[in-house]
């Protein structure tokens, strides 16, 4: 049995006090600055979905190329707790009932390809992912299930549960600050997993899987259990994202892979398995994604390129050069070179 | 179910399935001798059926020929992408490989996208047909499977009849023992990776030959799907193993597109694509080193 680990508990606290501090100062600049609470949402995004992935992909080394799959379950899975409650009413519920719904689809998905292919190797596990998102998309287009290639529209469904305002508080405001919640919990997981058992062994794992077999570290079980987590959540992130706060959930944007090649990008710019890599990495990203939006889209426009997509035709070299020149990332970077003390604020 | 539908289900998935075969050894060839996934596979095949739209659409140089210049393009990109990526991580973790070639594979679609824009495009290259069993077997599909086949004798002769080959298989069974004896792991790593890229690149022209259709820079993602079903069903870096799984699998498609298409109200060509990937899980659970490894 297990008994609370005090110790453990204490210094994870004190581990998520820099990238918690940095939530809240976005929090205040949300509510501070008029007119720019969009941009930091953006931000926000960015960085729960570095967070969740980094869970994962920073801690085990095992990279999932199906990443956005999870959010497309979370999202589905929210729709499918209001398309239950509608008629039936149940008011408010259907945000935490949604978020349930999307947690426990997600873990399930997780839960089945990580006990299928993180028995394997990192390369057959890649292999596997890299098909989840189309296979599932295609999944649901195929069967005509949850709206086909259509989608599922839960705007009218939401206002019939809480009303027209009640809608526009929940898809707005209410929404963001429970991406804000969801940022503190996954802070919290990370620096948990970082402060206990798991986070060893997952270190392990990742210098060395053999050497961690060895030791009599059950690597399937830990592996499992970090793809699962992060797994819920992305899904709580898709939930948010696209069912609460758009309204609309559709195959071709939620099973984009581009999310799945942001997610690599934020993690790989700030620096895998760190805890403030992810938000360090969505500040740049957002920072490259304007520059690139403002100085380089005109001049390739008027070289005759179509600026449509030109965020991946960026962002690939960025990655590329980021793996050759600098794999620790920005915070990797610091934390190696950095005195000792400010060592320690930013593991 | 008639008896024709039955045979043109047998002969299109062998067809295909041949093509699948020259779709997935270049994957095979980098796995095996660098160790390498290459995750961007499918747009290095995308990039060999544009050679052959844009050659042979707006220029009018024959289809067979076009594979030609999608070997040299293939050697091009594949030297090109070694030397300033692949040779610096050859030793750095799996995960940076992964994520560089999944980059590498985006930079080419999207370079592919911004030259010619997102539109599904394809041409027509007509040499008439004969008819079987109320089957219309169409000659330039056999034209592309023939191609196709020609293209993996000529990779086979490569890696077991020449020198080259023996020093690439040296270097898969002992890399150390392969630089003692004076190999020079590095240009054999070089080339091996090119040469997989360049029967890739082919791949995509054989395949465009086969299909006259449905060419788009996002086009690869789903035969990098079905290259990885394939290459795990032979076992990964086995040459014959892509062959043989490349047939079985055009059937396994073909077989089980006839059988959704009997049922009303879901579409089969969507969900055949779901299928690939339901395999994959399937293999990977039963038997992941590959079907025809002990």
């Given at each position: 049995?297990?008994?609370i680990d005090w110790?453990?508990?204490?210094t994870?606290l004190?581990r998520?006090?820099?990238?918690?501090a940095?939530?809240?100062?976005l929090?205040?600049l949300y509510?501070?600055?008029?007119g720019?609470?969009?941009?930091i949402a953006q931000?926000?995004?960015?960085a729960?979905l570095?967070q969740?992935f980094?869970?994962?992909?920073?801690?085990t080394?095992y990279v999932?190329f199906?990443?956005v799959a999870f959010?497309?379950?979370?999202?589905?899975?929210?729709?499918i707790?209001?398309?239950?409650l509608s008629?039936v009413?149940g008011g408010w519920?259907f945000?935490?009932?949604?978020l349930?719904?999307a947690?426990i689809?997600?873990?399930s998905l997780?839960?089945?390809?990580?006990a299928?292919a993180?028995r394997?190797?990192g390369?057959?596990?890649?292999i596997?992912?890299?098909g989840?998102?189309?296979g599932?998309?295609?999944?649901?287009?195929?069967?005509n299930?949850l709206?086909?290639?259509?989608?599922?529209y839960?705007?009218k469904?939401?206002?019939?549960?809480?009303?027209?305002?009640g809608y526009?508080?929940?898809a707005?405001?209410?929404?963001?600050?429970l991406m804000?919640l969801?940022?503190?919990?996954a802070?919290?997981?990370?620096?948990?997993?970082?402060?206990?058992r798991?986070?060893?062994?997952?270190?392990?794992?990742r210098e060395?899987?053999d050497?961690?077999r060895?030791?009599?570290?059950n690597?399937?079980k830990?592996?499992i259990?970090?793809?699962?987590i992060?797994?819920v959540l992305?899904?709580a992130?898709?939930?948010?994202?696209?069912a609460?706060?758009?309204g609309?959930?559709?195959?071709?944007?939620?099973?984009l892979i581009?999310y799945t090649?942001?997610?690599?990008v934020?993690?790989?710019l700030g620096?895998a398995?760190?805890?403030?890599?992810?938000?360090?990495?969505?500040?740049?990203?957002?920072?490259?994604?304007?520059?690139?939006?403002?100085y380089?889209?005109?001049v390739?426009?008027?070289?005759?390129?179509?600026?449509?997509?030109l965020?991946?035709?960026?962002?690939a070299?960025?990655?590329l050069?980021?793996?050759i020149?600098?794999?620790q990332?920005?915070?990797?970077a610091?934390r190696?070179?950095?005195?000792s003390r400010?060592?320690?604020i930013?593991v | 179910?008639?008896?024709?539908?039955?045979?043109?289900?047998?002969l299109?998935?062998?067809l295909?399935g041949?093509i699948y075969?020259?779709?997935?050894?270049?994957?095979?060839?980098?796995?095996?001798?660098?160790?390498?996934?290459?995750?961007g596979?499918?747009a290095?095949?995308?990039?060999?059926?544009y050679?052959t739209l844009?050659?042979?659409?707006?220029?009018?140089?024959p289809p067979p020929?076009t594979?030609?210049?999608?070997?040299?393009?293939?050697?091009v990109?594949?030297?090109?992408?070694?030397?300033?990526?692949?040779k610096?991580?050859?030793d750095?973790?799996e995960?940076?490989?992964?994520?560089?070639?999944?980059a590498?594979?985006i930079?080419?679609?999207?370079?592919v996208?911004?030259i010619?824009?997102?539109?599904?495009?394809?041409?027509?290259?007509?040499?008439?047909?004969?008819?079987?069993?109320n089957?219309?077997?169409?000659?330039?599909?056999?034209a592309a499977?023939?191609?196709?086949?020609?293209l993996l004798?000529a990779?086979y002769?490569?890696?077991y009849?020449?020198?080259l080959g023996?020093?690439?298989?040296?270097?898969?069974?002992?890399?150390?023992?392969?630089m003692?004896?004076?190999i020079?792991v590095?240009r054999?790593?070089a080339?091996?990776?090119?040469?997989?890229?360049?029967?890739?690149?082919?791949s995509?022209?054989?395949?465009a030959?086969?299909?006259?259709?449905?060419i788009h820079?996002?086009?690869g993602?789903?035969?990098?799907l079905?290259?990885?079903?394939?290459?795990?069903?032979?076992?990964?870096?086995?040459?014959?193993?892509?062959?043989v799984?490349?047939?079985?699998?055009?059937?396994?498609?073909?077989?089980?597109?006839?059988?959704?298409?009997q049922?009303?109200?879901?579409?089969?060509?969507v969900l055949?694509?779901?299928?690939?990937?339901?395999?994959?899980?399937?293999i990977l659970?039963?038997?992941?080193t590959?079907?025809?490894?002990r």
């Open positions: 049995m297990t008994v110790f453990a508990l204490r994870s004190k998520a006090a820099p990238a918690l940095l939530y809240t100062i929090l205040i509510f501070a600055v008029p720019k609470s969009q941009l931000i926000l995004f960015y729960v570095g969740a980094n869970i994962f992909m920073g801690m080394g999932d199906g990443y959010l497309a379950a979370g999202a589905y899975g929210f729709s707790a209001i398309l239950l008629g009413g519920m945000i935490p009932l949604g349930l719904i947690a689809i997600a873990a997780a839960g089945l390809v990580g299928i993180l394997l190797r390369a057959y596990f890649a596997a992912t890299i989840v998102n189309e599932l998309r295609y999944l649901v287009e195929g069967l299930i709206g086909g290639s259509i989608g599922l839960i705007v469904d939401m206002k019939e549960l809480v009303g027209r305002e526009q508080l929940a707005t405001t209410l929404a963001d600050m804000f969801l940022a503190g919990v802070v919290l997981t990370t620096s948990l997993i970082l402060s206990t798991m986070g060893f062994a997952l270190q392990a794992i060395d899987e050497a961690a060895a030791l009599g570290i690597v399937t830990y592996k259990a970090a793809f699962m992060s797994g992305g899904g992130l898709g939930a948010l994202n696209w609460l706060k758009g609309v959930v559709e195959p071709a944007q939620v099973f581009l090649v942001e997610a690599i934020i993690v790989m620096g398995g760190t805890l403030l890599g992810p938000i360090f990495g969505a500040l740049i990203y957002i920072g490259l994604n304007f520059t690139s939006n403002v380089i889209a005109p390739l426009e008027s070289a005759g390129i179509k600026a449509t997509g965020h991946l035709i960026i962002l070299p960025i990655l050069a980021v793996i020149a600098a794999p990332g920005l915070v990797g610091i190696s070179r950095a005195p400010l060592r320690e930013v | 179910m008639e008896v024709g539908q039955i045979f043109a289900t047998i299109y998935g062998t295909i041949v075969g020259v779709a997935t050894v270049g994957l095979n060839v980098i796995f095996g001798v660098l160790r390498i996934v290459n995750v596979h499918g290095f095949i995308m990039v060999g059926a050679t844009v050659l042979y659409g707006s220029l009018g140089v020929i594979i030609a210049a999608s070997i040299l393009l293939g050697a990109l594949g030297l090109i992408t070694y030397y300033l990526v692949i610096h991580l050859v750095a973790p995960l940076a490989t992964l994520i560089a070639t999944f590498i594979g930079l080419l679609q999207e370079t996208k911004a010619y824009g997102s539109d599904t495009r394809g041409f027509s290259w007509n040499l008439g047909f004969a008819e079987v069993l089957v219309n077997i169409v000659y330039s599909r056999l499977a023939l191609l196709g086949l020609l004798i990779l002769a490569l890696i009849r020449t020198k023996l020093a690439m298989r040296a270097v898969v069974q002992d890399k150390e023992g392969a003692v004896v004076g020079n590095d054999i790593y080339l091996s990776y090119t040469l997989g890229i360049m029967i890739t690149v082919a995509g022209s054989v395949l030959i086969y299909l006259q259709s449905g820079p996002y086009m993602e789903i035969y990098t079905k290259g990885f079903v394939i290459a795990v069903m032979g076992g990964l870096g086995s040459i014959i193993g892509a062959f799984a490349g047939v079985l699998f055009g059937l396994f498609e073909n077989a089980s597109y006839l059988i959704l298409s049922i009303e109200g879901i579409q089969p060509l055949t694509r779901s299928i690939a990937f339901l395999l994959l899980l399937t659970l039963l038997k992941p590959g079907l025809f490894r």
